[in-house]
């Protein structure tokens, strides 16, 4: 090997370290980030999660009673799926609702 093509290659091994560097370094930043997140629990970063296990968030009620957020508006505005608000500092009230009453609804439409 040539004095200049040997230099090459050892920028070459140098330019692959430092990008290895890099990839290790981005993925660290992202786990940091995310851990403070958790530990923050900011409301602005993370909803919370509902205090009681009987209450689930609109999500979760339609992914469980396998059905539309409209089919959900009508199940609570007849009254057959309870909903209440939980606050959330600088946002809207989270509507949460009944995951009983979920339940019911999908156990009556099937």
């Keep these: 090997m040539s004095p200049s093509n ?6 070459l091994d140098k330019l692959r370290e430092i990008e290895t560097q890099q990839r290790g370094l981005a993925n660290d930043a992202a786990a940091v980030i995310e851990r403070a997140m958790h530990l923050i629990g900011s409301p602005a970063i993370l909803p ?4 009681e296990g009987q209450w689930i968030t609109q999500e979760e009620a339609i992914r469980l009673g396998r059905m539309s957020v409209r089919t959900l508006s ?3 505005k007849s009254g057959k799926v ?3 608000h939980q606050q959330v500092p600088g946002r809207k009230p989270m509507p949460l609702f009944s995951r009983d009453d979920i339940s ?5 439409d099937f």
Excluded: C, D, F
Aim: proline letters at 10%.
């Design 82 to 84: 309870r909903r209440k």
């Design 74 to 76: 009508r199940y609570v």
């Design 6 to 11: 040997q230099s090459l290659a050892k920028l």
């Design 104 to 108: 019911a609804q999908r156990s009556a």
């Design 48 to 51: 919370p999660r509902p205090s």
